[in-house]
C-alpha cells in the first residue's frame, strides 16, 4: 500500500508561482513513476507532468511546458511541482498519482489508468 499527501496549494495572482509537494510511503519510492493531474470544476482530470524513477527522464503537457517543473527528492520520498508564471486557468484541484505496478513510459506517462495510487488533491487558485 502507498500513501500519497500532497501540499503546498493556494491562493496567488496570475504570474505567481506555487510549490507542490506529494509526500509518499513505501521502501521502494525510487523504483515509481510519479506524476501529476489535474482536475477543474466541471472538467475531466488532466495529466500535467511526470518524472521517472531515477528522474532522468521528465514529461510535460503542452499546457505547462517551460512554466513547471516536477522534481523528486528519493531520499525524502517526496516529489515537487514548481509552478511558475501561474494563470487562471491553471486553476484545479492538483493530484499527485504513482506507478507501482508497472512503469509507463513515453507518452504513456499521461495516462491515468497508468497510475495505481493517487493524493487526495490539493487546491491551486490563480486570481486574474
Known amino acids: 500500500q502507498v500513501q500519497l499527501v500532497e501540499s503546498g496549494g493556494g491562493l496567488v495572482q496570475a504570474g505567481g508561482s506555487l510549490r507542490l509537494s506529494c509526500a509518499a510511503s513505501?521502501?521502494?519510492?525510487?523504483?515509481?513513476?510519479m506524476g501529476w493531474f489535474r482536475q477543474a470544476p466541471g472538467k475531466e482530470r488532466e495529466f500535467v507532468a511526470a518524472?521517472?524513477?531515477?528522474?532522468?527522464?521528465?514529461y510535460y503537457a503542452d499546457s505547462v511546458k517551460g512554466r513547471f517543473t516536477i522534481s523528486r527528492d528519493n531520499a525524502k520520498n517526496t516529489v515537487y511541482l514548481q509552478m511558475n508564471t501561474l494563470k487562471p486557468e491553471d486553476t484545479a484541484v492538483y493530484y499527485c498519482?504513482?506507478?507501482?505496478?508497472?512503469?509507463?513510459?513515453?507518452?504513456?506517462?499521461?495516462?491515468?489508468?497508468?497510475?495505481?495510487?493517487w493524493g487526495q488533491g490539493t487546491q491551486v487558485t490563480a486570481s486574474s
Open positions: 513505501g521502501r521502494t519510492f525510487s523504483n515509481y513513476v
Open positions: 518524472i521517472s524513477w531515477g528522474a532522468l527522464s521528465t
Open positions: 498519482a504513482a506507478a507501482v505496478l508497472q512503469r509507463p513510459y513515453g507518452s504513456d506517462r499521461s495516462r491515468s489508468t497508468k497510475y495505481d495510487y
